[in-house]
Nanobody, 125 residues
Framework: QVQLQESGPGLVKPSQTLSLICTVPVVSITTNYRYWYWIRHPPGKGLEWIGYISYIGSTYYYPSLKSRTSISRDTSKNQITLHLSSVTPEDTANYYC?????????????????WGTGTQVTVSS
């Protein structure tokens, strides 16, 4: 079992940029056909799919978040990074990184074979 680990600030002020890191053990993030995702779970709502970066570095984002989202990678550290700009309280959520051997836009956990422990982010002044 590969346990992904998210890290980042627990509190972000409105209008600032949220930056989170996912550290991936054991498996290389350049492994063929593997995709690396960010998903969030706002309080009282269902899981929300944010986007992914592929094994070749291509990215795809949820349309309504696309203008504020950037997912990148550091292959030397085997890490995936999420940047979400101009945050509002509606971005408050538990943020997860996950991975699947296929491209998907679903947030259903059953589609992912690797899933992180999650990190809580609160947007508040």
């Amino acid at each position: 079992q590969v346990q992904l680990q998210e890290s980042g600030p627990g509190l972000v002020k409105p209008s600032q940029t949220l930056s989170l890191i996912c550290t991936v053990p054991v498996v290389s993030i350049t492994t063929n056909y593997r995709y690396w995702y960010w998903i969030r779970h706002p309080p009282g709502k269902g899981l929300e799919w944010i986007g992914y970066i592929s094994y070749i570095g291509s990215t795809y984002y949820y349309p309504s978040l696309k203008s504020r989202t950037s997912i990148s990678r550091d292959t030397s550290k085997n890490q995936i990074t999420l940047h979400l700009s101009s945050v509002t309280p509606e971005d408050t959520a538990n943020y997860y990184c996950a991975s699947s051997p296929r491209a998907t836009t679903t947030a259903q956990r059953t589609f992912y074979d690797y899933w992180g422990t999650g990190t809580q982010v609160t947007v508040s002044s």
